[in-house]
């Protein structure tokens, strides 16, 4: 998507992003950035991107959800194992052999999510050098944007899953298992320091020995990805290796690197083009005052670079930029392009300061010019705090040939102070804020060096945790043996109760006579299949209801009496003969018995009904029946 087709509500959406939370996402890829925010928001039923920031001024915390949708961490130990194998075989060990005995080895792992990566690394490491030399040697800085991916990291605990790409002597020698976790080795884990960088705002980390960065490069469209590679390209050691994933390539910028295995995507440093040899060729095809300038400014680059090891640039006599070097470019957004422009064209020549005074003060006094603090506003609403050197640089005589430039960036330091002076601020306070302010002291003091208290501290936590999780584990476990009990006795009481009923109803099915049972208020509980078939009326008809309320055949006034009586218990038998009209219309003789209830805390009375005649046919039947057997 070009700056012409971009999507202006989209575009002040990332500008909202940028200068509320810090985080400036404007290098990333415009398509893969809509796709994922829109993804987001079609969990909210959001329909454009207006509404969206809308939502996020009203709601905060949405900005934790929307950064760990865009900032995608997909990681894993030894992942593609066969590029792992190649850096194990023969990256490393080359690494090491051009290595004195006694230097420092330092592996920068940049986006490396919740730590696999890095953590791998130390793992290799280890297995070539031995622990003891590991932990003397090696530093591996594990950055990332995304803050809780980083405190994962630094726990150091992963599920049986996470660790399955490692092999099994491996995983028995470099993790311990606690519980259902396994922890990384913690002597070890020492060497492995995370941090929160941006590639794009944040110096890059210097003298490296190893670059690792796998799969990060792809979500940056192809102009913040030459920015990157060139902090990459300074941040290596000249003979550094750059380890990128499979889906990277680096055809756009291969005067900045070259393959050593590209199929594994492992690269190595081009060495910076010498600026003398460039000068010199220039110099044969001009004239002699011409190429006496050129030698001038040889001298010149020599001298301001021999005397600025940190960010600096060279201006020349007639205030013409003649050198920039990789950290200053970086720092200030400067390009090759920019070289042999006249300073005071330059934006950094008045901001952050008037720098052009200072140059002349420079000349005048014949001394550098230091000032200190000096502070730049950088687009993301952050401050910068910079010292500036300004240094005259001499010829053998007493003629200068220009000034060096010196940018060291003391932002941290700056915060650190203040952080110093607030705390003492505290200390002065109560006895408990100093020990507390002690400790924070000395944690902040320790992470500069290394991050040994961080990781104790998270291992005591994280003892503690697994203790609380035991305890409540058995306490379910306690729990969940006594509800097992209950649903046993629960469930023989209801096999029994099925059984009670099943023998209720096969009796209530085995006799041959209406069966009606009533509770104390003549409601209907029990009207078999009997009684269906003399009234008419199904038993879903019916239960519930009052027996006086039925309209049937059968003159129910007649029975409230004895109903009655037998409910109070006047009478614990009765019985009648009544004239009443069946279910076919036919006038029947109904033989009643009324029987209270008994033995049950309900009241209620049990009444039984059959067609006289029916029940003497019944019985005519089986007289003639047991007549014929008898014959």
């Known amino acids: 998507m070009t700056s012409a087709e971009k999507d202006p509500e989209f575009e002040n959406l990332l500008i909202y992003l940028r200068q509320n939370r810090g985080f400036d996402f404007t290098g990333y890829k415009r398509s893969t950035l809509m796709r994922r925010v829109s993804k987001r ?27 760990n949708t865009i900032l995608i961490n997909v990681t894993a130990f030894f992942r593609d194992s066969s590029a792992w194998e190649y850096i194990a075989e023969q990256i490393l060990p080359n690494l090491i052999r051009n290595k004195k005995t006694s230097d420092q080895i330092r592996i920068w792992s940049a986006g490396c999510a919740s730590g696999e990566e890095a953590y791998t690394l130390a793992i290799l490491m280890a297995e070539i050098l031995g622990a003891e030399e590991f932990r ?68 890059p980390i210097s003298r490296l020995d190893l670059l690792v960065s796998r799969n990060t490069l792809m979500y940056f469209n192809s102009e913040t990805q030459g920015r ?51 000068l010199l060729v220039m110099a044969n095809s001009v004239d002699e005052e011409s190429s006496s300038r050129l030698s001038q400014n040889l001298r010149l680059r020599d001298m301001g670079f021999d005397t600025a090891p940190i960010a600096q640039l060279v201006i020349d006599l007639n205030g013409t930029l003649v050198m920039v070097n990789e950290q200053a470019r970086t720092l200030f957004a400067l390009s090759p392009k920019d ?162 009923n099943i023998f209720l109803v096969s009796i209530l099915r085995s006799l041959q006579t209406g069966i009606v049972v009533i509770d104390s208020s003549f409601n209907i509980l029990i009207w078999n299949y009997m009684v269906e078939d003399l009234w008419g009326l199904r038993t879903d008809e019916v239960l519930g209801q009052s027996i006086f309320n039925l309209d049937i055949g059968l003159p129910v006034e007649q029975l409230r009496s004895p109903i009655r009586e037998s409910l109070s218990g006047k009478k614990q038998f009765q019985e009648m003969i009544l004239d009443a009209t069946n279910r076919r219309g036919r006038q029947i003789k109904c033989y009643l018995a009324i029987t209270p209830l008994t033995g049950i805390e309900m009241q209620g009375a049990v009444l039984m009904m059959a067609d006289v005649e029916g029940v003497n046919s019944m019985i005519s039947t089986q007289e003639m029946k047991e007549r014929q057997q008898q014959d």
Do not use: C
């Not at 055809?251 to 594994?264: A, C, E, Q, Y």
């Not at 001394?367 to 010829?395: A, F, H, K």
């Not at 306490?475 to 097992?484: A, G, H, P």
């Open 41 to 67: 928001m079609q969990s909210l039923t959001i329909e454009n991107f207006e509404q969206y920031l809308d939502y996020l001024e009203v709601h905060p915390e949405e900005f934790n959800y929307l950064f």
């Open 228 to 278: 990157i590679l060139a902090r990459f390209h300074f941040a290596l050691n000249d003979n550094g290796y750059l380890f990128l994933g499979k889906a990277e390539m680096l055809l756009m910028h291969s005067n900045l690197f070259t393959p050593i295995d590209l199929k594994n995507r492992i690269f190595t440093k081009v060495s910076s083009v010498n600026m003398r040899d460039r």
């Open 339 to 500: 070289l042999a422009r006249p300073f005071q064209d330059l934006e950094l020549s008045y901001r952050p300061i008037e720098l052009r005074s200072l140059i002349e003060r420079a000349y005048t006094e014949r001394r550098p010019v230091s000032l200190t603090n000096v502070e730049r506003y950088l687009s993301n609403t952050e401050t910068q705090y910079l010292d500036v050197r300004i240094t005259p640089l001499r010829d053998t005589g007493t003629s200068f040939l220009g000034v060096s430039i010196a940018f060291h960036d003391v932002t941290r330091y700056i915060k650190l102070q203040d952080a110093l002076q607030r705390s003492q601020q505290e200390l002065e306070t109560t006895n408990e804020e100093l020990q507390s302010t002690n400790e924070e002291l000395e944690t902040t003091n320790e992470e500069l060096q290394s991050t040994n208290e961080e990781l104790e501290t998270t291992n005591e936590e994280l003892q503690s945790t697994n203790e609380e999780l035991e305890t409540m584990n058995e306490e379910l476990q306690s729990t969940n043996e006594e509800l097992q009990t209950i649903n046993n006795e629960l469930s023989d009481r209801t096999t029994e109760l099925n059984r009670t």
């Open 136 to 203: 003397q040697r090696v530093k591996i800085y594990a950055t990332d944007v995304d803050e809780d991916a980083l405190n994962q990291a630094r726990l150091a605990v992963y599920s049986a899953k996470d660790i399955q790409t490692v092999p099994d002597e491996l995983r028995q020698k470099y993790f311990e298992i606690v519980g259902n976790h396994y922890i990384f080795r913690p002597d070890l884990r020492r060497s492995v320091i995370f941090g929160r960088h941006d590639l794009l705002q944040d110096a």
